[in-house]
């Protein structure tokens, strides 16, 4: 009990010291507190700064001064003649000299003071703010070069796709020029079958890069595209293209194998389950453990052995694509020729 009323008694007797000498317990005040404190004449001069200020810049409190830095010193002046003109308080950022001969950016929050109704100075406070302006200036560079390295990826990205187009246009060019010497009819359905994959690679490539992001792609949105182009490409007003289910995002590299996969099998929809007149042909999708689910079928009678053994080079090709993109590749029982494709999502 007797420690409470010390404490009591303390504190009050610390309480009565401020009531009767308020100047010096504010000056006791402002001399301890962890924040560069100053003050400035109606001139400009330094005439008062607490221990944070004089730790800063090793002045001694006897011997102040401000060690600014000669291309600031003019717009210090301006903005102290402002607030002598104006009244109002001001924020600027300047170098001081720090204790160790560095310059340092600090920022400056200074306001009037005013007695009588006239302004008598100014008071002010210190930020060192140098990290901070370091950190911004070193984000804004380093965003400068992101955005650059981004432009010149599009720009790489448009001119690899350009190159592809006129590289496979130029083999389809040759082939045709070929294709007029064949008189073999099987030599000539077989070389429009490679035609026909040629100009499957190109539609893929495009569909590929319409995307503005090739970052991720929305496979959803990406295989709807392609299967509707295919469907165009092999001519078939007759059948009813569906896709459908969920957006799933992956990388480039996964739809552009997901896309060639498709290719083979929609053409093996057209040419061998849809063949003899109208039909469907439909692709659903869902995300399933971190990978995409791709269901394709279509209305027709289904594999038997002698599709098979026609079209063993397309499923050849099929398999190795899927083996080498690490794309799950099972093929359904029944009709419809179902294929089950399932390939890793973009993390």
């Known amino acids: 009990m007797l420690i409470s009323v010390n404490s009591a008694k303390r504190a009050l007797e610390e309480t009565q010291r401020r009531v009767d000498d308020p100047l010096k317990w504010a000056a006791a005040f402002t001399e301890h507190l962890p924040i560069p404190i100053f003050e400035l004449s109606t001139a400009g001069q330094l005439i008062y700064a607490n221990a944070e200020w004089r730790a800063f810049s090793g002045c001694a409190p006897d011997a102040l001064s401000v060690i600014l830095h000669p291309d600031d010193h003019l717009a210090y002046c301006e903005a102290l003649s402002n607030t002598l003109t104006q009244g109002a308080a001001f924020r600027l950022t300047i170098r001081k000299m720090r204790h160790d001969g560095v310059w340092r950016k600090i920022r400056d929050d200074v306001r009037p003071l005013v007695h009588d109704g006239r302004i008598a100075g100014f008071a002010g406070c210190s930020t060192d703010v140098t990290e901070e302006i370091e950190t911004r200036e070193t984000a804004f560079k380093l965003g400068a070069e992101i955005q650059s390295a981004f432009r010149q990826r599009d720009v790489l990205t448009t001119e690899v796709h350009h190159r592809v187009k006129n590289n496979l246009q130029a083999i389809l060019s040759m082939i045709g020029l070929h294709a007029r010497r064949i008189t073999s009819e099987e030599a000539g359905h077989d070389l429009g079958i490679v035609v026909r994959r040629i100009h499957a690679m190109a539609t893929i490539q495009q569909e590929l890069h319409d995307d503005t992001d090739v970052s991720r792609i929305?496979?959803?949105?990406?295989?709807?595209?392609?299967?509707?182009?295919?469907?165009?490409?092999?001519?078939?007003?007759?059948?009813?293209?569906?896709?459908?289910?969920?957006?799933?995002?992956?990388?480039?590299?996964?739809?552009?194998?997901?896309?060639?996969?498709?290719?083979?099998?929609?053409?093996?929809?057209?040419?061998?389950?849809?063949?003899?007149?109208?039909?469907?042909?439909?692709?659903?999708?869902?995300?399933?453990?971190?990978?995409?689910?791709?269901?394709?079928?279509?209305?027709?009678?289904?594999?038997?052995?002698?599709?098979a053994r026609k079209d063993g080079i397309g499923l050849f090709v099929v398999e190795r694509i899927a083996r080498h993109s690490r794309i799950g590749l099972l093929r359904g029982e029944g009709p419809g020729m179902p294929w089950r494709l399932t390939a890793p999502l973009q993390e």
Request: net charge negative.
């Open 218 to 307: 929305d496979l959803l949105m990406y295989v709807r595209r392609v299967v509707e182009a295919l469907s165009r490409l092999h001519d078939r007003a007759d059948v009813r293209v569906q896709v459908n289910g969920d957006w799933a995002d992956v990388s480039i590299s996964t739809a552009a194998a997901v896309g060639a996969i498709l290719a083979e099998l929609i053409a093996n929809c057209f040419d061998h389950g849809v063949r003899d007149g109208e039909g469907e042909v439909v692709v659903s999708m869902r995300r399933e453990g971190g990978r995409a689910v791709l269901d394709l079928v279509d209305s027709g009678p289904g594999y038997t052995p002698a599709i």
